[in-house]
């Protein structure tokens, strides 16, 4: 961390009480990388659906791959709320649909509907790869508020086409 601080990438903040700990945010030279961030996300992300369960998932990441995905043009005019599981410190997200596209944000607000699940499970949702019964039935989300809004959650994203997982034994 030290080298992106001294390079101007990052810089130390002090969060006041009850928090009170030191953390990292980007400096506007480590915003400018923003664009190609999201860009990698929405590469990596087509390699979701060949994800291991030992594979490292970080929920922090998970407010930008959101980011990735979601549509800019027109959605449904909705407001869902994400309470992603993160050990006794869950991540809030905001994502709110309209007629300019849909934008996240970190954080809690006023929601027409609330999922309560993991990152993956988010992700997957997203991509409508997953349904809201099936993440139900599994114990991997939770639906609160309106239902028929959370229904068309996959609506507001656009997920790049998965990747093929490769047969090891094909490749000479």
Not at 1 to 7: F, P, V
Not at 18 to 21: K, L, N, Q, Y
Not at 139 to 152: F, I, M, N, T, Y
């Given at each position: 961390?030290?080298?992106?601080?001294?390079?101007g990438i990052v810089e130390r903040r002090e969060l006041p009480p009850?928090?009170?700990?030191t953390v990292y945010a980007l400096t506007d030279?480590?915003?400018?990388?923003?664009?190609?961030?999201?860009?990698?996300l929405r590469w990596g992300l087509r390699f979701m659906a060949a994800s291991q369960p030992d594979d490292h998932f970080e929920p922090g990441w998970l407010p930008m791959g959101i980011e990735a995905i979601a549509r800019h043009d027109p959605v449904p005019d909705v407001r869902i709320g994400l309470r992603i599981r993160n050990g006794d410190t869950p991540i809030q997200v905001m994502v709110r649909g309209g007629a300019d596209g849909v934008h996240v944000?970190?954080?809690?607000?006023?929601t027409d509907a609330q999922l309560d699940t993991d990152g993956r499970a988010a992700v997957l949702l997203a991509a409508g790869a997953l349904s809201l019964e099936q993440a139900e039935a599994t114990?991997?989300?939770?639906?609160?508020?309106?239902?028929?809004?959370?229904?068309?959650f996959s609506e507001l994203f656009e997920m790049p086409a998965?990747?093929?997982t490769p047969n090891p034994g094909s490749i000479s």
């Open positions: 961390m030290a080298h992106l601080e001294g390079h009850p928090a009170a700990s030279t480590g915003l400018a990388l923003r664009p190609a961030l999201i860009e990698f944000e970190s954080g809690a607000g006023e114990g991997l989300a939770s639906a609160h508020g309106d239902r028929a809004v959370l229904e068309r998965p990747e093929p």
